[in-house]
């Protein structure tokens, strides 16, 4: 019934258990028939948590174009507000169920399934969901997902703008924190040096060996510095081009 539309094959397969799940999954309800490691080079994630994430794909169908959404829950892990997946599996099963009854805005729940260890709903717009299960009220497809597909990229824009605004504040706070460190190192030496000689003279107490090994871990910061590089780039391009405007 479904294919990706301009679908790129990888040749090395998506180890990602999460990521490999949400393909299996999304091939067995839709009776895709390609393979789960290639399936999932067109998941992209607009959210990845500990214990929540969700990718979307868009996809040729039966009724034109479709944009489907998979939320995958990692269900014994905890999130950072200490909730396990379990907990936002369940409670994004009564959200979408109590939007479709509602006629509410945002997706509709098209399949959901559980295993030991993770917890999946499939997902798209209104309109599409209505075309598939052949709706009488789905008379222009092509009408009906044009809206909905513009209501995904503004519900995608507004988790970016809070993850943003989570990130500016977890840097501000870990920028106090640095300097909260700094200065108990200049107190622990009981002198007036400067950070360079800091650099040479610091031994480091258990803790700090903790956190300095997990900074030399290739990829524990790997994603922020990366995220931080292109924050930095972007801005400086859209500065450059505002002068270029003046």
Do not use: C
Request: glycine fraction near 6%.
């Amino acid at each position: 019934m479904t294919e990706p539309i301009d679908p790129r094959h990888s040749t090395n397969p998506a180890r990602d258990p999460v990521l490999h799940g949400a393909a299996i999954f999304l091939g067995e309800v839709l009776g895709i028939t390609d393979a789960p490691d290639y399936l999932a080079t067109d998941l992209s994630p607009i959210k990845r948590d500990a214990n929540a994430s969700i990718f979307t794909i868009q996809l040729d169908s039966s009724v034109g174009p479709a944009a489907f959404l998979v939320y995958a829950y990692v269900l014994e892990q905890r999130g950072g507000d200490g909730r396990t997946g379990k907990e936002l599996f369940d409670a994004g099963l009564i959200t979408l169920q109590q939007a479709a009854e509602r006629s509410a805005p945002g997706p509709r729940a098209v399949a959901h399934a559980e295993s030991d260890t993770l917890g999946l709903i499939l997902a798209t717009t209104p309109g599409t969901y209505r075309a598939l299960t052949g709706d009488s009220e789905a008379h222009d497809t092509s009408a009906a997902t044009a809206p909905d597909f513009a209501a995904i990229e503004e519900a995608s824009n507004r988790l970016r703008g809070e993850i943003a605004q989570d990130l500016l504040q977890s840097l501000k706070n870990a920028n106090a924190q640095a300097t909260d460190w700094l200065a108990a190192i200049q107190a622990a030496s009981q002198s007036d040096v400067d950070d360079d000689e800091l650099d040479e003279m610091l031994a480091f107490t258990d803790d700090e060996t903790e956190l300095a090994l997990y900074l030399l871990d290739d990829e524990s910061i790997g994603n922020l510095l990366r995220a931080l590089n292109l924050l930095v780039a972007s801005a400086q391009q859209q500065a450059a081009r505002g002068i270029e405007r003046d």
